[in-house]
């Protein structure tokens, strides 16, 4: 099994700036792609931001320009630098991975436990 436990999560001032991370641990192999989803009450979740194996990223329209996301493969951990924050970035986040735990065996998406956000006007 593969856990996720992310850390930096809290209460800020819009224009404020956080740090999410999210490490991962377990019985790895191999990790793929690693992203943050986020979900506001009421809300569906939603993507926030992801990143390859090979550092290629891919980001929400909302979030460009204002968050960065980034990873060290050595350490199984992914971040995002979150920049510029509004009351529309109020969410629980997400941490997720893809991995396998054995070669041959699929990949499959893992999830963290998710950390509030909260962004005050």
């Known amino acids: 099994q593969v856990q996720l436990v992310e850390s930096g999560g809290g209460l800020v001032q819009a224009g404020g700036s956080l740090r999410l991370s999210c490490a991962a641990s377990g019985r790895i192999f191999e990790i793929n792609a690693m992203g943050w989803y986020r979900q506001a009450p009421g809300k569906q979740r939603e993507l926030v931001a992801t990143?390859?194996?090979?550092?290629?990223?891919n980001y929400a329209d909302s979030v460009k320009g204002r968050f960065t996301i980034s990873r060290d493969n050595t350490k199984k951990t992914v971040y995002v630098q979150m920049n510029s924050l509004k009351p529309d970035d109020t969410a629980v986040y997400y941490c997720?991975?893809?991995?396998?735990?054995?070669?041959?065996?699929?990949?499959?998406?893992?999830w963290g436990q998710g950390t509030q956000v909260t962004v005050s006007s």
């Open positions: 990143i390859t194996r090979a550092g290629s990223t």
């Open positions: 997720n991975c893809n991995a396998r735990y054995n070669l041959g065996w699929p990949f499959r998406d893992y």
